[in-house]
Nanobody
Framework: QVQPVESGGGLVQAGGSLRLSCAAS????????MGWFRQAPGKEGEFVSA????????LYTDSVKGRFTISRDNAKNTVYLRMNRLKPEDTAVYYC???????????????WGQGTQVTVSS
């Protein structure tokens, strides 16, 4: 079993950048697909991005393509979400999740972190 632990959220102005981190507690992430999801107040959860750890294959939702980059550090057993040109509509709690399939479907991810708040001011 693996337990994702997120960090790096905060308050940033529109147009700014943040980098979220997701570290593994327990097993290594190397056997998993790591995904980022977000949930804004009053809205349903939304897929953001995912990476297959071994191959580095990535997946993004259209609204973040060209602005967000997902990556992983094998030595640190950590996955990152670099977020550039942030917009107020990116404001949400961001969750890191681990699963076995590279997919945007939240139900396919088995292990979830507690989330980190990202707030983008206009």
């Amino acid at each position: 079993q693996v337990q994702p632990v997120e960090s790096g959220g905060g308050l940033v102005q529109a147009g700014g950048s943040l980098r979220l981190s997701c570290a593994a507690s327990g097993r290594t992430f190397s056997d998993y697909v790591m995904g980022w999801f977000r949930q804004a107040p009053g809205k349903e959860g939304e897929f953001v991005s995912a990476i297959r750890w071994r191959s580095g294959t990535t997946l993004y939702t259209d609204s973040v393509k060209g602005r967000f980059t997902i990556s992983r550090d094998n030595a640190k057993n950590t996955v990152y979400l670099r977020m550039n040109r942030l917009k107020p509509e990116d404001t949400a709690v961001y969750y890191c999740a681990a699963g076995m399939v590279l997919t945007s479907t939240a139900s396919r991810y088995d292990y979830w972190g507690q989330g980190t708040q990202v707030t983008v001011s206009s």
